[in-house]
């Protein structure tokens, strides 16, 4: 899988967008978080957090210990995740830039960053 490369895109900011999709799929984004075997202490990676609302449920799940880290191409999406998940480590870089460092987290999950690969040639 490669990652579509779009110019300009750590500059763009579809928030609001991000916003109400959480809002209109809560039910089934409230089930991928409980599909999660968190525990408390656990280290969680969202590659692609968008702005963030995920962060906070993991970070819920795991009781408020361990370590949620969420990392997203957009500049204005990571400033939009610390507002919605101040407790969780916030990084603006791309997913390949944490690759050897997957093996350090207990779950590695990327919701919204699906929207952003295209499947293999």
């Known amino acids: 899988m490669s990652t579509l490369q779009v110019p300009g895109r750590a500059a763009r900011d579809y928030a609001d967008k991000l916003t109400r999709f959480h809002a209109f799929a809560a039910a089934e984004l409230a089930q991928i978080a409980?599909?999660?075997?968190?525990?408390?202490?656990?280290?969680?990676l969202d590659a692609g957090c968008g702005t963030g609302e995920m962060l906070r449920r993991f970070h819920e799940r795991l009781g408020g210990t361990g370590l949620v880290v969420g990392l997203d191409l957009s500049q204005a999406h990571t400033r939009h995740a610390r507002a919605h998940a101040p407790r969780a480590t916030h990084k603006h870089r791309q997913r390949r830039a944490l690759k050897?460092?997957?093996?350090?987290f207990?779950?590695?999950?990327?919701?919204?960053?699906v929207w952003h690969t295209e499947a293999a040639q």
């Open 100 to 104: 050897s460092a997957s093996a350090h």
């Open 106 to 113: 207990a779950e590695a999950v990327g919701v919204q960053a």
């Open 34 to 44: 409980a599909a999660l075997s968190l525990e408390p202490g656990m280290r969680v």
